[in-house]
Nanobody
Framework: QVQLVESGGGLVQAGGSLRLSCAAS????????MGWFRQAPGKEREFLTA????????YYTDSVKGRFTISRDNTKNTVYLQMNSLKPDDTAVYYC?????????????????WGQGTQVTVSS
């Protein structure tokens, strides 16, 4: 069993930055693909980016490409999402997920574990 805990969300003005963290329990974190998703009110959970166990980044959805960066520190069992140039449209609950695989995963159903989410609100 893997437990994921996100942190770092909050209220920020448009153009600002936030860094989200996702801390994972378990000794096998270093073998998982990790991903970040978000869900805005009334919308489906949207894939943002993912990183494989060895740091190979899959891709970023177009809406965040060039603004968001995913990284991981396997010694700390933590994955990060650096978010810059935030926009009001980025307002959502942000979730990290863990996929028990060494290959890239971009679909919600391919993730095995989820955190509880952290709220990000971007004001205009």
């Amino acid at each position: 069993q893997v437990q994921l805990v996100e942190s770092g969300g909050g209220l920020v003005q448009a153009g600002g930055s936030l860094r989200l963290s996702c801390a994972a329990s378990g000794r096998t974190f270093g073998t998982y693909t990790m991903g970040w998703f978000r869900q805005a009110p009334g919308k489906e959970r949207e894939f943002l980016t993912a990183i494989t166990w060895n740091g190979i980044v899959t891709y970023y959805t177009d809406s965040v490409k060039g603004r968001f960066t995913i990284s991981r520190d396997n010694t700390k069992n933590t994955v990060y999402l650096q978010m810059n140039s935030l926009k009001p449209d980025d307002t959502a609950v942000y979730y990290c997920g863990a996929a028990v695989t060494s290959t890239p995963r971009t679909v919600r159903g391919e993730y095995d574990y989820w955190g509880q989410g952290t709220q990000v609100t971007v004001s205009s």
